[in-house]
């Protein structure tokens, strides 16, 4: 696919080609509070345009800008006479700088200013340009970077505005990626997700939340819109609303943005505004009291609604069914001799050359025969696996899904990813959906994840527990930005005469007074207020020894909790030593 870059000197088509990393002599991280004031100003004044023109606004993107700062310095800096193009010194396009510089969407178009402008003056003189206009309200953009560059000797300057789409990020933009706003009660667009296919692609969303805190505490399901008013706690300072959304199978992800509430916003903190991508997500509170392991997915799922989900042969349809992840089967039916269908996908490179575990989601109408009655096979790349054959006694109870798990590795041998479904007895076969999870490894708690691709925008995480054989339905884990409650084993000494120790404290956006506490042993206590968690312990009354216990605050009608274990030395008494010191 072509993409656009667009100067105002002229117009530019470009395809992607190879990239090579810059030399960063430039820090495309820090900027002058004033050009930062002009990027800011440039992303809300274009959004204006678009919405003028019926366009949804575009996110302020890290990475995007990022990759335009550097161009523009690289524009001014490291050309002898006044430059305008879009091909830098590195022989490089926006569409190389934009990987190269993080963002891992879709990404090319660009619009070029080859020389110094004022915010206003910059988007009116693309808006009069055919080409830069058509960039600056593309429909298909959802996320943009701005760029400005000037140097101070003697003026010479260079803006880079870059557009970009990224799959795994749906944004919400409030009152127009506006700085500042004086009314608290904010107008927020929320794009819907890209159905983007595939078994680990995105679904449409049909509920959300909205909430001034990232554990949406306080926050209720709603159908999705796109256009929903928000009222923004009181006072003065930067304000962040979260919005989570779900789809009809569960599977959620969580945006946000920030405005400044009040007059006079403090400019150099625009920075930490921006939307981002990371490598690596943190989970906390993964436990189970029997199973040692645990696997992951973000939200891959296949199911008969797939494009390439089709009947090889005998007898089989697409069914209405309450009881079914989304409301639809597909029934092998009986017909002769075996039933058989498959849905595929092509080059999942996400899933390339990693240990996986696929869960399908069967039913049968009998379960009686001590024979087969079904199988499953996955061929991950060239390499077959199974078949896992099913006797209808493998069933719990007709007419009842069962999941049943497969290991396998898509090793990339050839590009197609095959689930392959059998009806082989009897009796009707009913195919719901298939899972995709990480191999099962120990549970930590905390743990960093290493997401497939590197590029987590927010996914929620569903989990299920394991012992290699045993597993848990799937459940979820929504990670929450910044982690803003975290909590480790704390170990306590304190002689047995000595008063009770002050209060310990733990501070987050998501706490609230009316927040659930309870403690496994009477010697431990604890308090739940708006902003910060308080516990402590009293040892009155306990002999010498070691004690251990557990205090869990929980947020009421969420799974939200946070469970802090204590061990407590009570001895009779304390003693301060001393390291020998050595002279040298």
Known sequence: MAHRVIQ?????LALC?????????????????????????????????????????????????????????????????????HRDTNGQWPSDRAVIFGYLGSSGAENAY??????????????????????????????????????????????????GNDAAHAPVIIENEAINTLNPNVALYIHQPAETGGFAGRRAATELMVADNPCFI???????????????????????????TRDAYGATAIVSDTIYLGANPPVAELAATLSDRQPTVTLTGLSHPTLPQVQFSLGWLVDETYSTFNLLWGTGERIADPAAWGGGAFRLGLAGGETSAWVWDYNPVVFKDRPLV???????????????????????????????????????????????????????????LTFQFWRSGNTDVFVDAVTIFTAPQPIANPLTLAV?????????VWVRYTDGTVFTPLSEVSPLPSQPITA?????????????????????????????????????????????????????????????????????????????PVRLHVVEQLFTSYAPLLLR
């Open 114 to 163: 080859c020389g110094y402008m004022q915010p206003q003056d910059a988007i009116n003189g693309w808006l009069n340009s055919p080409g830069h206009r058509n960039n600056l309200l593309d429909p298909g953009h959802r996320e943009i970077g701005l760029g400005y560059y000037r140097r101070a000797g003697d003026g010479r300057g260079y803006i880079a505005q870059m557009f």
């Open 488 to 564: 480790g084993q704390y170990n306590l000494m304190i002689e047995r005469t000595a008063n009770p120790p002050a209060p310990l404290t733990i501070t987050s956006p998501c706490a609230r007074a009316n927040w659930q506490v309870a403690q496994t042993e009477s010697w431990l206590s604890g308090v739940a207020e708006d902003g910060i968690l308080r516990w402590g312990i009293n040892h009155n009354g306990l002999a010498t020894g070691v004690y251990e216990g557990a205090i869990t605050f929980a947020a009421p009608g969420t799974s939200f909790r946070l469970t802090i």
């Open 17 to 85: 080609c190879l990239a090579v990393t810059p030399a960063l002599a430039f820090d495309p991280t820090a900027q002058t509070s004033n050009l930062l004031l002009d990027e800011a100003l440039t992303v809300y004044y274009g959004n204006l345009a678009r919405r003028n023109a019926g366009q949804p606004p575009l996110r302020w993107n890290r990475q995007l800008t990022h990759a335009s700062r550097w161009f523009a310095w690289d524009s001014v800096e490291r050309r002898p006479t006044p430059y305008c193009g």
């Open 8 to 12: 105002l000197c002229g117009f530019l």
């Open 358 to 416: 696929a869960y399908v989601r069967l039913k049968v109408a009998n379960n009686a025969s001590p024979a087969e009655v079904a199988r499953f096979t996955v061929r991950g790349g060239g390499v077959e696996y199974g078949p896992l054959r099913l006797r209808g006694i493998d069933f719990a109870a007709a007419g009842q899904y069962q999941e049943f798990a497969l290991p396998f590795t898509f090793h990339g041998i050839e590009p197609f």
């Open 452 to 460: 497939p691709g590197g590029n987590y925008r927010g996914q929620g």
């Open 218 to 244: 306080g926050a209720n399901w709603q159908p999705f819109t796109n256009e929903i008013r928000f009222q923004l706690p009181p006072g003065e300072g930067w304000r962040t609303v979260y919005v989570k």
